[in-house]
């Protein structure tokens, strides 16, 4: 029997991901200076010419690599956002995605890369903000998610020891009052 040829829309769909995986570890590994489109063609097994008629040019390319979706947060209310935002702690101090290494390390050298991360960081913010009340709820959320960020910037990039031999639960117990007095609940 023959291989089943797939259509063409599902080939082109498979070599665009082929591209951003490639592209997430380059730019996690090596930041997005350092990380050229003949690199991240080669890691894909593709020719150059395919990654910039998929994604036009380096900063695109990069802006799609490092996309994450953000929490829903409408349906969670207070309590629900910040053990989202808990929860998260897991995955921040395992073994994170390319897309945010490589967010976390450009984003304080390269302008585009810092667009990204602003936009990233925003529509998480967002996300969290529909979650919590009253006026300040776009504050309160931005605050609960760049705590978030420098401890994963401590643990992932420089490497605390203080954060790296703490297990997530304990993390967790410190934090959930702080986080909590952000949603304006009432912390016992």
């Given at each position: 029997m023959g291989e089943t040829v797939l259509p063409r829309a599902e080939r082109r769909r498979r070599t665009e991901g082929k591209i951003l995986d490639a592209a997430r570890s380059l730019?996690?590994?090596?930041?997005?200076?350092?990380?050229?489109?003949?690199?991240?063609?080669?890691?894909?097994?593709?020719?150059?010419?395919?990654?910039?008629?998929?994604f036009?040019?380096?900063?695109?390319?990069f802006q799609q690599a490092v996309r994450m979706t953000p929490p829903d947060g409408g349906e969670l209310g207070p309590e629900g956002a910040v053990e989202h935002v808990l929860g998260?702690?897991?995955?921040?101090?395992?073994?994170?995605?390319?897309?945010?290494?490589?967010m976390m390390r450009?984003?304080?050298?390269?302008?585009?890369?810092?667009?990204s991360a602003?936009?990233?960081?925003?529509?998480?913010?967002?996300?969290?903000?529909?979650?919590l009340p009253g006026e300040d709820a776009r504050l309160c959320a931005a605050?609960?998610?760049?705590v978030m960020l420098g401890i994963t910037v401590g643990h992932q990039l420089l490497e605390i020891d203080?954060?790296?031999?703490?297990?997530?639960?304990e993390?967790?117990?410190?934090?959930?009052?702080?986080?909590?007095?952000l949603t304006g609940l009432e912390v016992s």
């Open positions: 730019f996690a590994d090596f930041g997005y200076e350092r990380t050229t489109i003949r690199a991240v063609a080669k890691a894909a097994g593709v020719d150059p010419a395919l990654v910039m008629q998929y036009g040019n380096k900063q695109q390319l998260a702690l897991t995955m921040k101090l395992g073994e994170l995605p390319q897309s945010s290494l490589a450009s984003m304080l050298t390269h302008p585009e890369a810092a667009a602003r936009e990233a960081l925003g529509e998480q913010i967002e996300r969290l903000a529909e979650a605050l609960m998610t760049l203080e954060l790296r031999g703490v297990p997530q639960e993390l967790a117990r410190l934090l959930r009052p702080s986080l909590l007095a």
